[in-house]
């Protein structure tokens, strides 16, 4: 089972994200307040990029979301729109059916999520 | 000023959301989900499912609400200003699909600090109308400085 997805969220993703998760805290979506708070500009929300790991792992088990037991994350650093994001996996077990993948999402160069566990079912 | 852990096994009133259609939609464009069955009944029916299903990372729209009285609440003492979503859990149960009705409760699983960081564990259980879970949350948020 293979976990490897690219995603270049584009420059209005964070708006968009925003409008469909309800999250419209101005650091995601205000370049001026973002740089107010020492940021170099707007951060993508990281239930997003968690959305991205949730994704590539669906998409590994055969694209049934049924096949998603769990996700468990941890978000270190932030990500930036108009980037690429790399998100990989190697399994670590496999037990009844169910595989549980390692993985994590990197963004020139900084993982912004690490130690994440999906746990997927093969149907 | 060291964190206080009175809070935990508190718990906050049920929020209740109902799953539309067209949500599901907004919310898989957004994430990039082009599975069919997020966006056509037929081919969900098919597939399967009751109606129209919610993509898994669905759980934050209907679920989050549900939080976010623990975060702001004086006997947790989360300094917001300070705060950092440190890491997420999502276990999935039934699959949510378009017409449910979701009702969430959330409970103050754990206060602990650490190297002068406060982690403060919430865990959301999501169940539909007919009582079957559907996800169950572990939401760690980080403060520093406490």
Not at chain 2, 6 to 23: I, Q
Not at chain 2, 34 to 56: I, M
Not at chain 2, 79 to 104: A, K, L, R, Y
Request: overall charge negative.
């Amino acid at each position: 089972m293979e976990v490897d997805l690219k995603v270049t969220p584009d420059r209005f993703l964070p708006h968009r994200y925003a409008g469909a998760s309800g999250d419209f805290n101005p650091i995601h979506i205000d370049a001026e307040f973002a740089k107010q708070v020492g940021l170099s500009g707007n951060i993508l929300h990281g239930l997003y990029t968690m959305a991205q790991v949730a994704r590539a792992g669906t998409a590994a088990a055969g694209g049934d979301p049924r096949s998603l037991r769990r996700l468990s994350v941890q978000f270190r650093g932030m990500g930036f729109p108009e980037q690429e994001i790399t998100v990989t996996g190697s399994v670590k077990e496999e037990r009844d059916g169910v595989v549980v993948v390692a993985t994590e999402a990197e963004q020139g160069g900084n993982r912004i999520i690490r130690n994440a566990e999906l746990e997927l079912e093969r149907r | 000023m060291p964190v206080k852990a009175d809070a935990v096994g508190k718990s906050y009133p049920e929020t209740t959301y109902e799953v539309g259609k067209e949500k599901i939609g907004e919310y898989a464009r957004a994430v990039g989900e082009d599975n069919p069955v997020y966006f056509d009944r037929k081919q969900a029916t098919e597939a399967g499912f009751r109606d129209v299903p919610a993509p898994p990372m669905f759980a934050v729209v209907y679920s989050a609400a549900s939080v976010a009285p623990g975060i702001f609440d004086p006997a947790v003492g989360i300094n917001f200003p300070m705060m950092v979503h440190g890491s997420q859990e999502f276990v999935w149960g039934e699959p949510v699909c378009s017409g449910d009705v979701i009702t969430t409760r959330t409970t103050v699983k754990d206060i602990t600090e650490r190297g002068g960081m406060g982690f403060y564990v919430f865990e959301s259980v999501s169940v539909n109308q007919d009582g079957q879970e559907v996800v169950r949350g572990t939401w760690t948020n980080i403060v520093r400085g406490v």
